[in-house]
Structure formats: structure tokens, C-alpha cells
């Protein structure tokens, strides 16, 4: 290929960021005839003393190669698995077909709705391995976890993302070892590619660490693992990529990105090392991602893919109501706050969700409180139980009990055994109906509770609308997850040359690090 003409030396302002946004070219930094200021040429090399010269710079190359190769994408981009289906089947095949990557959001939905939507994604792409779908440590509901696990399993899901786990469970092991073999070359082969998230060094070196032999030897003595899946799985990692997960949407501990994940880079070299792996397992980013510059620093830190979340639920593709899309689109950075987790409310487990035009935080909170006061629901007194009726649930709690009844007869009719036997757990299941069905009413729209719509939801999603503002894609209809994900890859890429050339004493206008969000192929 012949390179283009050498543009004219760039010296102004104007000039250099003109040229350093030409990022798949050649770019030069020459020196003006008195040799006192830098500037630059793009294309070909100019004919006069070159001080340095940068290779063309594609959004592919801004990751690390072997999770392009491991999971057969052109880019190092993930759209993380917003729960209870609001990450699609149509956004997961939609990523697919860009040669990126995404996952259903399976978390919060029954095991037969799973099933249907999984059966969905096999024939839509079929062929296509470059697709998974999400498994959410359920401490209170194991027996769905492992049913999820098992049909994923079974459906020979090609990867599986593992979230808000804290320990090691028989189901989310199941995942990483059914299939394991050996290949022709001695290597380790996985059937299912397993990412795990993660938000603290402990829990990313158990991911990083293989398999513990006590829950091997009980998925054997199951039937769930043949002995020569559990030999291999006890000599390779459980997953071989591990998101840190910062200050994201959902489950989070609210870490910095430039803190934790340095740390668990380091948890990774150091085990292995002590392992003996062949080759190192990979280490993402997730949370706070919602502009270019902030991509540009995860790949900086050296992640080697990326994973977007917040900034998708506005997507067209995305199973969320258009009134809470449009919420969101209304968010500034600080506009989130912590709020108890449905799926982890006995251990008071909180999740980010977003605090501008709803009132579910306080009121979820609220309903923590009174779970940690009292023992019962006979025991709240009268006036907490009315106001918590009347301003919290909507219902009289005889009314939630019904309902909450309905439900789970349903999806786990022992949950309901239980409840007649501990009157705690029955208190907790009626609160938890709040904080259930808050996140439905969000997906479907429900007018009569839009001020209870709980919508999960970190910083970026603000960054994002400023970033966006006045842009093509401040238009709903234009912001589709594809264009998303195309626009702050591209943005990324652009701030990362801006920095390069500024590290080589060029003077870089900040103009240089912006990129405007345009329809992108």
C-alpha cells in the first residue's frame, strides 16, 4: 500500500490537532528550521531530520491480542450483563456481529426464562462463539444458581460471566471445568470461557487460582465433573479472564480503577508464578467507563479488554422502559447512590443505582433498617408498619405477603416453607418484594411507580451524557450499543495518540484529546 503524501509541517495549534487526530497514518515529529519547536507530519516521511516517528493506531490494537484471539473479536470491548434482562439476546447478537463481545443478563431472572433466552441466542448465532450469558452468585437462592449453571453448561453456552461472587461455589466451578481437554499440543483446552468480576484481590486470586480440590472431588462424586475435567481443572486458573470491577453500576465496592487494578495485576503475575501457568490469564476493567478518556486510561493501566455496563442500558437495544432511559439520560456524575441489594438483602449487601428522579434508595434503605431493628413483621410497631405501608411498599403487607406468596410458588416454592417456619425470613421476602419488583417496574415502565424505579447505575452513565451532549449520539434513536461501543473505542484511540506525541515534547492542545461521537462503521 502506498502511504499518503506527507501533509505540511503542523506547528499551530489548529494544525497539530488536526494531525494527531489522523490516527491510522504515519505521524512525524519534526522540528521548525530553528530547532526550538516541535510539531508533526502525517503520512509519508518528510523529506527533511525526522526527531521521531509513530506507527498508524487502531482501536483493535488498544488491548491486549490474546483476548482478541481467545474469544475470536476484532476488538478488546465487552457490554457487560445488566441484570434481569435489560442486556438483551438483541444486544448480545448485535455485539456479535460487530466482532465484539457481550452477555445476556440473565441475574434476577427465573431458570426457565433463561432457558428460553439462551435457546434464542444458539440459533441466532449460530456458529458464532463470540457470545455468553451471566451467572450471578445467588447466596440466597443456590439452588437457581446451579440450575442456571447446569443448563449453561448443558447449552454449551461459549462463555459465561461470573458476578458478585465472593467465594468459590460448586456452580460457578461447574462452568469453568465441564469440558476441559487436552489438545494436540499438550495445552489445556476450555469448552466454556469463563470471565469472573471482581472488585477485591482476595476474590480475583481465587479465580486466578485453579479450582479447590474439596469442591472438584463433590462435582465428581456427583456425576457433574468426569475425574480427567477435575485433574485438569486442578492445574489451570478458573478463569482465565478477570474483570476488576470498579466504581461501577450494581454490585460494586465503589474501588478506584487506578488502584485496584494495578493490585490484581500483580495477584496474577504472582500466581503465575507459583503455578507454573503457560501463560499468564488476562486482567479487564470495568466501572466508571463511560467516556474515551476514561477507556484510554483502563488500557493505560494495562487492562486488556474493557467492559461497559451503565452506558448501554440506554441503548436501543436495551430491555429497559423509555421513560427510565430517559432518566438516565438526565444523570450527571454524582447523581447515584447506594441502595440495598435484592438478591443479598439479609447481608445487607448495597448496589449503586441511580438517585435523580427516584426515591427507591431512601426507601429500600428504610426497609433495611427496619429488618435490622426488629424480628419480625408482627414486631414492627404500629406506626413503622403504616408508614412503611403507605410510603414504601404501596400495599398493606398482607397484600405484599400475597403476592410475594404468588411468586414464589413459582420459583422456589422452599422459600415459602421456610417463611412459615422463621419469621424473619418471612419479613425479608416481603421487603424484598419492594426491591424486586422496583427493578421490574423500571423495565417495563410502570407509570403509577415511577418514583420507586430502581435503575442500576454508576458514574459513568453521567460522564457519558456530557460526553455526548449535543453529539449524534445525544439522539435515542442513534444510540445504539454497536455505535456506543465503536465511538469510545475510536475516542480512546484518539486520546491515547494525543498522549503519545505529547510524551515526545510535543505541544498538544487539549482540543487534541476530545473526540466527538459521529456514526462510525
Given at each position: 500500500?502506498?502511504?499518503?503524501?506527507?501533509?505540511?509541517?503542523?506547528?499551530?495549534?489548529?494544525?497539530?490537532?488536526?494531525?494527531?487526530?489522523?490516527?491510522?497514518?504515519?505521524?512525524?515529529?519534526?522540528?521548525?528550521?530553528?530547532?526550538?519547536?516541535?510539531?508533526?507530519?502525517?503520512?509519508?516521511?518528510?523529506?527533511?531530520?525526522?526527531?521521531?516517528?509513530?506507527?498508524?493506531?487502531?482501536?483493535?490494537?488498544?488491548?491486549?491480542?490474546?483476548?482478541?484471539?481467545?474469544?475470536?473479536?476484532?476488538?478488546?470491548?465487552?457490554?457487560?450483563?445488566?441484570?434481569?434482562?435489560?442486556?438483551?439476546?438483541?444486544?448480545?447478537?448485535?455485539?456479535?456481529?460487530?466482532?465484539?463481545?457481550?452477555?445476556?443478563?440473565?441475574?434476577?431472572?427465573?431458570?426457565?426464562?433463561?432457558?428460553?433466552?439462551?435457546?434464542?441466542?444458539?440459533?441466532?448465532?449460530?456458529?458464532?462463539?463470540?457470545?455468553?450469558?451471566?451467572?450471578?452468585?445467588?447466596?440466597?437462592?443456590?439452588?437457581?444458581?446451579?440450575?442456571?449453571?447446569?443448563?449453561?453448561?448443558?447449552?454449551?453456552?461459549?462463555?459465561?460471566?461470573?458476578?458478585?461472587?465472593?467465594?468459590?461455589?460448586?456452580?460457578?466451578?461447574?462452568?469453568?471445568?465441564?469440558?476441559?481437554?487436552?489438545?494436540?499440543?499438550?495445552?489445556v483446552t476450555r469448552r466454556t470461557r469463563?470471565?469472573?468480576?471482581?472488585?477485591?484481590?482476595?476474590?480475583?486470586?481465587?479465580?486466578?487460582?485453579?479450582?479447590?480440590?474439596?469442591?472438584?472431588?463433590?462435582?465428581?462424586?456427583?456425576?457433574?465433573?468426569?475425574?480427567?475435567?477435575?485433574?485438569?481443572?486442578?492445574?489451570?486458573?478458573?478463569?482465565?479472564?478477570?474483570?476488576?470491577?470498579?466504581?461501577?453500576?450494581?454490585?460494586?465496592?465503589?474501588?478506584?480503577?487506578?488502584?485496584?487494578?494495578?493490585?490484581?495485576?500483580?495477584?496474577?503475575?504472582?500466581?503465575?508464578?507459583?503455578?507454573?501457568?503457560?501463560?499468564?490469564?488476562?486482567?479487564?476493567?470495568?466501572?466508571?467507563?463511560?467516556?474515551?478518556?476514561?477507556?484510554?486510561?483502563?488500557?493505560?493501566?494495562g487492562a486488556a479488554y474493557v467492559v461497559?455496563?451503565?452506558?448501554?442500558?440506554?441503548?436501543?437495544?436495551?430491555?429497559?422502559?423509555?421513560?427510565?432511559?430517559?432518566?438516565?439520560?438526565?444523570?450527571?456524575?454524582?447523581?447515584?447512590?447506594?441502595?440495598?441489594?435484592?438478591?443479598?438483602?439479609?447481608?445487607?449487601?448495597?448496589?449503586?443505582?441511580?438517585?435523580?428522579?427516584?426515591?427507591?434508595?431512601?426507601?429500600?434503605?428504610?426497609?433495611?433498617?427496619?429488618?435490622?431493628?426488629?424480628?419480625?413483621?408482627?414486631?414492627?410497631?404500629?406506626p413503622v408498619r403504616a408508614k412503611l405501608?403507605?410510603?414504601?411498599?404501596?400495599?398493606?403487607?398482607?397484600?405484599?405477603?400475597?403476592?410475594?406468596?404468588?411468586?414464589?410458588?413459582?420459583?422456589?416454592?422452599?422459600?415459602?416453607?421456610?417463611?412459615?417456619?422463621?419469621?424473619?425470613?418471612?419479613?425479608?421476602?416481603?421487603?424484598?418484594?419492594?426491591?424486586?419488583?422496583?427493578?421490574?417496574?423500571?423495565?417495563?415502565?410502570?407509570?403509577?411507580?415511577?418514583?420507586?424505579?430502581?435503575?442500576?447505575?454508576?458514574?459513568?452513565?453521567?460522564?457519558?451524557?456530557?460526553?455526548?451532549?449535543?453529539?449524534?449520539?445525544?439522539?435515542?434513536?442513534?444510540?445504539?450499543?454497536?455505535?456506543?461501543?465503536?465511538?469510545?473505542?475510536?475516542?480512546?484511540?484518539?486520546?491515547?495518540?494525543?498522549?503519545?506525541?505529547?510524551?515526545?515534547?510535543?505541544?498538544?492542545?487539549?482540543?487534541?484529546?476530545?473526540?466527538?461521537?459521529?456514526?462510525?462503521?
Open positions: 500500500m502506498i502511504p499518503p503524501p506527507a501533509s505540511p509541517p503542523a506547528f499551530s495549534p489548529e494544525a497539530i490537532t488536526a494531525c494527531a487526530r489522523r490516527i491510522r497514518e504515519y505521524v512525524h515529529v519534526v522540528a521548525d528550521p530553528a530547532g526550538r519547536e516541535l510539531g508533526l507530519v502525517a503520512g509519508a516521511r518528510p523529506a527533511g531530520p525526522v526527531v521521531g516517528t509513530l506507527p498508524p493506531l487502531y482501536p483493535e490494537w488498544l488491548g491486549g491480542r490474546t483476548f482478541c484471539e481467545a474469544h475470536g473479536v476484532r476488538f478488546p470491548y465487552v457490554a457487560g450483563e445488566m441484570a434481569g434482562g435489560i442486556a438483551t439476546t438483541r444486544m448480545v447478537a448485535e455485539m456479535a456481529r460487530a466482532e465484539m463481545l457481550g452477555f445476556f443478563g440473565a441475574a434476577g431472572l427465573g431458570a426457565d426464562r433463561v432457558e428460553r433466552e439462551v435457546a434464542t441466542l444458539t440459533d441466532t448465532l449460530a456458529g458464532r462463539s463470540n457470545w455468553g450469558v451471566n451467572l450471578i452468585h445467588s447466596p440466597a437462592e443456590p439452588a437457581l444458581e446451579h440450575r442456571v449453571a447446569t443448563l449453561l453448561v448443558r447449552r454449551a453456552v461459549p462463555c459465561v460471566s461470573a458476578s458478585a461472587y465472593m467465594e468459590l461455589t460448586p456452580s460457578v466451578v461447574l462452568c469453568a471445568a465441564r469440558g476441559l481437554r487436552r489438545g494436540g499440543d499438550g495445552r469463563l470471565l469472573a468480576k471482581v472488585s477485591r484481590p482476595e476474590v480475583a486470586a481465587r479465580f486466578l487460582s485453579p479450582a479447590p480440590p474439596a469442591l472438584l472431588r463433590d462435582l465428581v462424586g456427583r456425576g457433574e465433573l468426569d475425574p480427567s475435567e477435575a485433574e485438569l481443572a486442578a492445574r489451570v486458573p478458573v478463569a482465565e479472564d478477570v474483570t476488576v470491577e470498579a466504581d461501577s453500576g450494581g454490585h460494586t465496592d465503589n474501588r478506584p480503577l487506578a488502584a485496584l487494578l494495578p493490585r490484581v495485576r500483580s495477584v496474577r503475575d504472582e500466581l503465575t508464578r507459583r503455578f507454573g501457568y503457560p501463560r499468564p490469564p488476562r486482567i479487564g476493567a470495568a466501572g466508571g467507563l463511560g467516556t474515551p478518556a476514561a477507556v484510554a486510561a483502563a488500557f493505560a493501566l461497559t455496563g451503565s452506558v448501554n442500558q440506554t441503548a436501543v437495544e436495551a430491555g429497559l422502559s423509555d421513560p427510565a432511559k430517559a432518566m438516565l439520560a438526565e444523570a450527571d456524575v454524582a447523581d447515584v447512590a447506594m441502595a440495598p441489594a435484592a438478591d443479598m438483602f439479609e447481608w445487607g449487601v448495597t448496589l449503586q443505582v441511580l438517585r435523580r428522579g427516584t426515591m427507591f434508595a431512601p426507601r429500600a434503605g428504610r426497609l433495611l433498617a427496619a429488618y435490622q431493628e426488629y424480628p419480625s413483621l408482627d414486631a414492627l410497631p404500629g405501608e403507605t410510603e414504601v411498599l404501596g400495599a398493606s403487607i398482607g397484600e405484599v405477603w400475597e403476592r410475594t406468596q404468588a411468586f414464589w410458588r413459582d420459583r422456589d416454592p422452599a422459600q415459602l416453607d421456610r417463611a412459615e417456619r422463621d419469621p424473619k425470613h418471612r419479613m425479608a421476602l416481603v421487603f424484598r418484594w419492594y426491591l424486586g419488583s422496583s427493578s421490574r417496574w423500571a423495565v417495563s415502565g410502570e407509570p403509577s411507580r415511577r418514583g420507586d424505579y430502581q435503575i442500576w447505575c454508576g458514574p459513568a452513565m453521567g460522564a457519558f451524557n456530557r460526553w455526548s451532549e449535543g453529539s449524534f449520539l445525544a439522539r435515542p434513536e442513534n444510540r445504539t450499543v454497536v455505535q456506543i461501543a465503536l465511538n469510545l473505542l475510536e475516542g480512546a484511540a484518539v486520546v491515547t495518540r494525543a498522549h503519545q506525541l505529547r510524551t515526545c515534547g510535543v505541544p498538544v492542545p487539549d482540543a487534541a484529546f476530545v473526540h466527538v461521537p459521529r456514526r462510525l462503521a
